[in-house]
């Protein structure tokens, strides 16, 4: 059963403006969440992550939400760039334990 | 920088063959993570170790095992190869269970059964 879900498997934004990726999960026990990136042919590469006791953590143009009490968290991108066309996984953790993934969400990043 | 190397960046091997696919790294973690990424399945978790000799079944492991005898190295098993296996395989580690919450993965393995 998947316990972490990434409900749209793909989206486009022009260059600039702002993307928005969604996760839900499902699992209460998790404590830490994370992003990763993956271009096609390689591993993926962590991008930003997020504490349970947070709801909120920015890097640079990547900023991650968290809503626990609607089990959900958001990655936005502002502004938007050609090179941040890629796969993007969530992941979310329990304490100690292994990462559960999203199915990821292709984004498109258009001139 | 951590680095997670796997050995095989493609392979072609038929039905039936038993496939080892290596992966070692370099930071000293604890933890190390064997995933298949498919289309449309995002990344599934196969094995993974927490420590040398110890592994733990994760979501897939059904023909698959593992084999951690040295700290830096993983290896994953495919006893006898089928078609539903052709898949990219994707290594990771981690520092520890405890402090370590980021992962850092390899470049991948892109396994096709025929």
């Known amino acids: 059963d998947q316990q972490v879900k990434q409900n749209s498997p793909s989206l486009s934004v022009q260059e600039g403006r702002i993307s928005i990726l969604n996760c839900d999960y499902t699992n209460s026990m998790f404590d830490y969440f994370l992003w990763y990136k993956k271009y096609p042919a390689e591993g993926p590469t962590f991008l930003i992550s997020?504490?349970?006791?947070?709801d909120k953590n920015e890097d640079g143009r990547f900023t991650v939400f968290l809503n626990k009490s609607a089990k959900h968290l958001s990655l936005h991108i502002v502004p938007s760039q050609p090179g941040d066309s890629a796969v993007y996984f969530c992941a979310a953790r329990p304490l100690g334990g292994a990462l559960n993934f999203g199915k990821g969400t292709s984004l498109l990043v258009t001139p | 920088d951590v680095k997670v190397t796997q050995s095989s960046r493609y392979l072609v091997k038929r039905t039936g063959e038993k496939v080892f696919l290596e992966c070692v790294q370099d930071m000293d973690h604890e933890n190390m993570f064997w995933y298949r990424q498919d289309p449309g399945l995002g990344l599934r978790l196969i094995y993974f170790?927490?420590?040398?000799?110890?592994?733990e079944k994760g979501d897939i492991p059904e023909g698959y095992s593992v084999s951690r005898e040295k700290k830096e190295r993983f290896s994953l098993i495919l006893e006898s190869a089928s078609t539903n296996q052709t898949s990219m395989y994707l290594c990771a580690s981690r520092r520890d269970r405890l402090s370590g919450n980021t992962i850092y993965f390899g470049e991948g393995s892109w396994l096709t059964v025929v």
């Open positions: 997020i504490s349970s006791i947070k």
């Open positions: 170790s927490y420590d040398v000799k110890m592994k």
